[in-house]
Nanobody
């Protein structure tokens, strides 16, 4: 069984920084893309950043230049370094991993339960 556990969220002042971590555990045959999404109160979940198995990255326009996604493939862990945080970054941040659990399996998305990030003004 695959489990994703996010950590690193909390309360921070505007302009501050946080680093989120997401550790993926369980039976994993191969890991594909990993990413971060967020959901603010009353809003739809939105894309934040993804990183492919080859290290290529994509970012939402709203976080470019401020957030950096990275991964440690050996540890099946993805990180999100968030700098210059703004109140509008306040949301629950969710980790996503696209992977296969065995050779004969297809690729599926797995989600963490989320970690709260609150940026005060």
């Amino acid at each position: 069984q695959v489990q994703l556990v996010e950590s690193g969220g909390g309360l921070v002042q505007a302009g501050g920084s946080l680093r989120l971590s997401c550790a993926v555990s369980g039976s994993i045959f191969s890991m594909n893309a990993m990413g971060w999404y967020r959901q603010a109160p009353g809003k739809q979940r939105e894309f934040v950043a993804t990183i492919a198995s080859d290290g290529s990255t994509n970012y939402a326009e709203s976080v470019k230049g401020r957030f950096t996604i990275s991964r440690d493939s050996a540890k099946n862990t993805v990180y999100l370094q968030m700098n210059s945080l703004k109140p509008e970054d306040t949301a629950v941040y969710y980790c996503r991993a696209n992977l296969r659990v065995r050779r004969a399996s297809g690729l599926y998305d797995y989600w963490g339960q989320g970690t709260q990030v609150t940026v005060s003004s």
